[in-house]
């Protein structure tokens, strides 16, 4: 089968395909044969910043082709979709049992990739701000595939204002053609909100911060990091919150079960619309890299085996 790995860390020209065997599943696990990959923020910062080479990761869907032992509420001929944590790129990939949610009938992989993971983390990231009707909502990274669903929440959550964040002002239509009032840019993200849902941290945690309105709540759910002054918090009297949602996946099984049901039910009624950016062969994966690293997708990008 192809694969997509690297033997160096570095930018998206250390990525490179082999011929290698088909893996096989171990106990709790199920293999796939792959019809999508969704290429992830945290797997192409890894690819560069990591002090060695890791496993690429990320979400894939497609049809189950063997179960490992013990796996139970699914057979061979599934269509199923979760986040896979090493050698996601590839034309079979293994997947943990418990991680893994059934792709209804009608639903195609590049959907099941837009949708499932990124929404379950933008879910997450509008639960654990425990927002009210009528507050104001900034979200940052918001052309992402995790911002573009956040902005959708919002909106459906009952937010006055929601406001997108984005890197370049060409994303501006985009943005607002999924919900969004306004449209700021990262060097000044204007304010005061309620509710800011930050999927970029680094640099932009402290002005982030500095945007909160008195008792406002920031989400953290980025790979960025960031650092943030006790003092800022205290001046507002506002809360900084991390999300997780592996910690969910893990820790709350039956919510996490719960949150994939509501997404399709959501999607189907037309309350969320997952973006695509592009579909990518395999073997570009690369390129898909290169579309995310220099901040120009709008929605997901997803690799096609």
Known sequence: MLRIRHEVNGG?????????????????????????????????????????PVPLGGEVAGEIVALGAGVTGFGVGDRVTGLCFADAYAEFAVLNGAMAS????????????ALVRSGLVARGAHEA??????????????????????LQYARA????????????????????????????HYGDLGGPYDVILDGVGGELLGPAVRALATGGR??????????????????????????QMRAVATGRPELYRRWQRELWRLRDAGTLRPAVHGEFPLRDAARAHAVIERRRNLGKVVLVP
């Open 12 to 52: 998206p020209e250390v990525l490179f395909a082999e011929e290698v065997d088909r893996p096989e599943p171990g106990a709790g696990e199920v293999l796939v044969r792959v019809e999508a990959v969704g290429v992830t923020l945290p797997t192409v910062r890894k690819l560069r910043g990591s002090a060695e």
């Open 129 to 150: 701000a425990r927002p009210e009707p009528g507050e104001s909502v900034l979200v940052t990274a918001a052309a992402s595939a995790v911002g573009t669903l956040a």
């Open 102 to 113: 059934r792709v209804p009938d009608g639903a195609t992989a590049v959907d099941a990739v």
């Open 218 to 243: 920031l989400v953290a759910f980025s790979s960025g990091g960031g650092t943030v002054e006790a003092y800022e918090l205290l001046l507002r009297g506002a809360s900084l919150i991390g999300f």
């Open 157 to 184: 959550g009952g937010a006055s204002r929601v406001v997108a964040a984005v890197s370049s002002a060409d994303k501006a239509d985009f943005v607002r053609s999924l919900g969004a009032d306004e449209v700021v």
